[in-house]
């Protein structure tokens, strides 16, 4: 393990955050981190605000801060499986949900709330959907994306008409109710409360888990470790436009420690209950103190056979009698004595444990999904594998820029303790490949830690290529994020996962490719930021994200002549022609087209002249680059062999011609040095001409000597646009390169460090008095824009808050990404002065 960077606060004159107690972090599968503080005023000590911290990982620094309106401290945070909204929970009983205003990472509100006052919640969690996945390390080598990660058979908590999911959640009082509240099709919330048994205890500690018939686990304990950790089976329905709970006593344990004689007394306090997984019931894991250790145990639910008496074993069996079974807990295994245990993280990968999985895992040093995180007292963590709980590697505190330890190195363990005396975390949580691992210590800094996917042990390039591709399809197939995989990524490492990453998607079926075309495009560009070397390929997929969605948007458009019309679309059926027709004259190609399809009213084809105007400056910027395309890589470089690609553009070409003799006001402007240039017949011949060479049905070829030399000659004949690419990447990943952590402050984008020693590249390269541009809307924004601006989290694209536009076509335009970017990720408000 090794710290990646650290945020923290800046000192203020009045006030000053402090750790909760207990202070709580959750990671979503969005890779947005929440974590609690409370803001104590210095003047006043009754005067403190319950916060909640929400934050990006690739820009910590611009942390969005909620005065959360909680009276008591905050004693649970759970996000929901989409990474959208957040469930919080507080010692007064009072729950609230907070989702995202404007679709904005850094601007949330509170949305619904509900509340059992005097109550205080101990265990929260979202109901479940019914979507779980299992990943097969077994099958990491096949070639389909299916047998590496199989849909699991798993049924959702609770199901509207038609067996859609139900949205809602469960939490646990500490007086021993069980409350739950369901989101109605209309937003009305539905609640209900019911006492897990009959005998109403104190419930100090308490977990939840699912299985896969619907049901929920709630396991609980009163906090000492003399007492049984008592295990329900709660059942949640709706009958009569009512909830309705049902609860059912399952086998209980007592700790193992304590019925050792030499420990009975020794760790009298039960700290840490967990579930290994919110989708396993039958294995548990158990921390319990004292005032300097602890011991971990980890319980695994088995059914066994009930031994008969004798008497009725002397009696005739019946046909087909089987042997009476009950459920029992067993303990898998124990750690020895540990420092004091201050927090757990689990792992949520959803790596299957079967014998043969875990073999090729142990064989491969596969790791991710395979270790848990126990933080220390003394400002350790120690990574332990998850069924034996044998030191997999250990993290010695954050003044330590190296602090890896490998297996069975009982020295390094014994090592004097570099952490600052008293810094301790009292919050872990791993990403959602378990590749990272964030913490928030007992100063209200925010950690955050690589974990290495073979745990530090020696493996081969080649091996290490394995695991991380492994991983970027699991992101790929889920839609997670895959920004806690980019940190294991070295720059030389890039060429070879974007190969690999290509030769594994084109040996999925047709339609898994369609699913997953956009998706790969975005993992490729993020990859291909993180060296100089490939930087200007990261141009090029961003590109040809946009161009795939400026496409789909102009085929839309297209309307059958005659609805009833069996045949392919208007859409296909130019894909069809222009793939057919190799003419280099654009109007030779209009005539086998049925032009009445492509009649449209004037205002749509007006108000998509911006994006119009984007197509014909791309098609001109790379014709005439082509002479350049050289030994150094430079924008637009992957589209002169990319047939497909180039066969959009012919296409859109034909389009945008059919529709300028309908509303001239639609076409492209280009400033051309004659006056009876034509220049989009000009533009068609040169890229008919370069498609020729690159079409994906025959033998790619070079560009020839006549078409290079006429692009040669574009450039006095049309004035070519200098295209604008996206802005530089401002977030955290690309600084991550070197093995020194980042020290970093909350609220102050300033405190990033420069980048490398190497140049930028010239595409990406700003003078301070040169316009912006508004990505999306492919309009300029002038030198100083005044408009609100957000900005994707992941590529850094910008657009306008809000639309200047007021036709219905622009704004389905706008509509599309209203929620993520082209690239899927998410956006954040930034001020003018960053835009």
Known sequence: MELAYVCEWEKRPKSTHCPSIPLVCSWS????????????????????????????????????????????????????????????ADGDGHIKCWSMSEHLVNSWESILSSSLDGDPIVALSWLHNGVKLALHVEMSGSSNFGEKFSRVKFSPSLTLFGGKPMEGWLAVTVSGLVTVSLLKPGGALLTASESLCRLRGRVALADIAFTGGGNIVVAATDGSSSSPVQFYKVVVSVVSEKCRIDTELLPSLFLRCTTDPLRREKYPAVTHLKFLTRENSEQVLLCASNQSGSIVECWSLRKEGLPVNNIFQHRSPVVGEKQPTILKWRILTTTGDLERVSAVALPKLPISISNTDLKVASDTKFCPGLGLALGFHDGSIQILHRLSLHTMGVFYGSSSSSSAQRPGDESAIKRQRTGAPGLHFKALQFSWTSLALAGVDN????????????????????????????????????????????????????????????????????????????????????????????????????????????????????????????????????????????D????????????????????????????????????????????????????????????????????????????????????????????????????????????????????????????????????????????????????????????????????????????????????????????????????????????????????????????????????????????????????????????
Not at 601 to 627: E, H, R
Request: hydrophobic share 40%; charged share 20%; with cysteine.
């Open 29 to 88: 599968c969005r890779n947005l981190v929440a974590f609690t503080t409370d803001l104590k005023n210095e003047d006043d000590d009754k005067d403190v605000s319950h916060m909640i911290h929400i934050i990006d990982t690739e820009h910590p620094w611009d942390v969005y801060s909620i005065n959360s309106g909680h009276s008591e401290v905050i004693s649970c945070l759970e996000w929901d499986q989409s990474g959208s909204k957040l469930l919080s």
């Open 443 to 582: 100063h209200g800094k925010l950690h955050m830690l690589r974990v290495s996917p073979s745990m530090g042990q020696m493996v081969e390039m080649n091996t290490t290529l394995r695991h991380l591709l492994f991983l970027l399809e699991y992101c790929m197939v889920t839609g997670y994020d895959w920004w806690d995989v980019l940190l294991h990524v070295q720059p030389t490492m890039v060429h070879n996962l974007v190969e690999r990453l290509h030769e594994e998607y084109m040996r999925q079926n047709q339609a898994l490719q369609q699913v997953l075309a956009t998706r790969i495009l975005a993992v490729k560009a993020s990859l291909c930021k993180l060296s100089t070397a490939t930087a200007a390929r990261a141009c090029d997929f961003h590109a040809k994200l946009l161009l795939i969605a400026i496409s789909s948007t102009l085929k839309s458009l297209l309307r059958p002549h005659v609805l009833n019309n069996p045949d392919k679309s208007p859409g296909d059926r130019l894909t069809e022609i222009c793939a057919k027709n190799t």
């Open 584 to 835: 280099t004259d654009i109007d030779k190609v209009m005539i086998n087209l049925k032009t009445e399809e492509f009649v449209l009213d004037g205002p749509p084809l007006q108000s998509l002249q911006q994006l119009i105007q984007w197509v014909g400056d791309f098609v001109l910027y790379l014709l005439a680059n082509l002479p350049n395309q050289g030994s150094m890589v430079r924008p637009g470089f992957g589209f002169m062999r990319d047939g497909a690609s180039l066969g959009m553009l012919r296409e859109m070409l034909v389009m945008i011609r059919i529709w300028g003799l309908l509303k001239a006001g639609c076409l492209p402007t280009f400033t051309a040095t004659s006056d009876n240039q034509d220049s989009m017949q000009l533009l068609f011949r040169l890229l008919t001409k370069l498609w020729l060479c690159s079409r994906d049905d025959g033998p790619g070829q070079d560009p020839d000597e006549s078409l290079i030399d006429e692009c040669c000659l574009l450039p006095s004949q049309l004035l070519v646009p200098s295209m604008d690419w996206l802005p530089v990447n401002d977030g955290v990943i690309v600084k991550l390169q070197g093995k020194h952590p980042l020290r970093l402050q909350f609220g102050k984008a300033s405190s990033l460090p420069g980048g490398g020693t190497t140049a930028p590249l010239e595409a990406f390269t700003r003078c301070p008095g040169s316009q912006k541009m508004d990505n999306l809307r492919c309009v300029h924004m002038g030198v100083c824009p005044t408009e609100e601006s957000k900005a994707c989290t992941r590529c850094g694209c910008v657009t306008m808050l809000r639309s200047p536009n007021k036709t219905n076509a622009m704004k389905q335009w706008e509509q599309r990404w209203i929620k993520n970017c082209l690239c899927g990720g998410l956006w954040r408000r930034i001020p003018p002065t960053l835009t």
